[in-house]
Structures are given as C-alpha cells and as structure tokens.
Nanobody
Framework: QVRLVESGGGLVQAGGALRLSCAAS????????MGWYRQAPGTQRELVAS???????NYADSVKGRFTISRDNAKSTVSLEMNSLNTEDTGAYYC??????????WGQGTQVTVSS
C-alpha cells in the first residue's frame, strides 16, 4: 500500500533552518506529483510547495525564496529545505502524493515549531 513517512521536524529558533524528508513507497514515485502541505492549529491545511513528476516546482507566496522542494526519483524521496524560518511557519507539515489513477495520499505529518 501507499506509504509516506515524514521526518526532520523539530523546534528551531526564528531565522533558523530545517530540512524535511518524505520517504515514499507502494506506488510509482517517478510518475507522481509530490507536495508539502502544512496546517497550523485552527487553520486549514495549505500548500507549501509542490513538484510535478516532470520536476516543475510551485511555492506558496509566503515561502518563496526561503523554501526549496526537491525530489530524488531513484530514492523515492521528496525533501523540503526551509531557511529563514519565522513563527508563522509553525505547524504540522504533511507530505502528499498524487498517484496516477489512485488519488491523493498523505503522510502522518511532522511538527515544525519556530520560536521567537
């Protein structure tokens, strides 16, 4: 079955950096669009960054220039490099896969907390 396992979250001071990783299995990774979403308490889940199976990236305006999404098709992983973090980046971060003919899947999430 489809599995998405996030890692790399934690507590960091404002201005710091974190790198999130998502290990995927159970589907053809190279044919799937991947993304990172986040959800702060009391808010809706929002797209942070995405990368298509062809490598095209898209970012939320709030993270442009600070976050970088990348994928490694050989390892079936997608990563999110986060720099210049601020308190508004705090939330649960979820890896997402849009699997051809099967729909969207989610990981269990990893918490990112940015302290001021």
């Amino acid at each position: 079955q489809v599995r998405l396992v996030e890692s790399g979250g934690g507590l960091v001071q404002a201005g710091g950096a974190l790198r999130l990783s998502c290990a995927a299995s159970g589907f053809i990774f190279g044919r799937s669009d991947m993304g990172w979403y986040r959800q702060a308490p009391g808010t809706q889940r929002e797209l942070v960054a995405s990368v298509t199976n062809g490598g095209t990236t898209n970012y939320a305006d709030s993270v442009k220039g600070r976050f970088t999404i990348s994928r490694d098709n050989a390892k079936s992983t997608v990563s999110l490099e986060m720099n210049s973090l601020n308190t508004e980046d705090t939330g649960a971060y979820y890896c997402s896969a849009s699997v051809l003919y099967r729909g969207r899947y989610w990981g269990q999430g990893t918490q990112v907390t940015v302290s001021s």
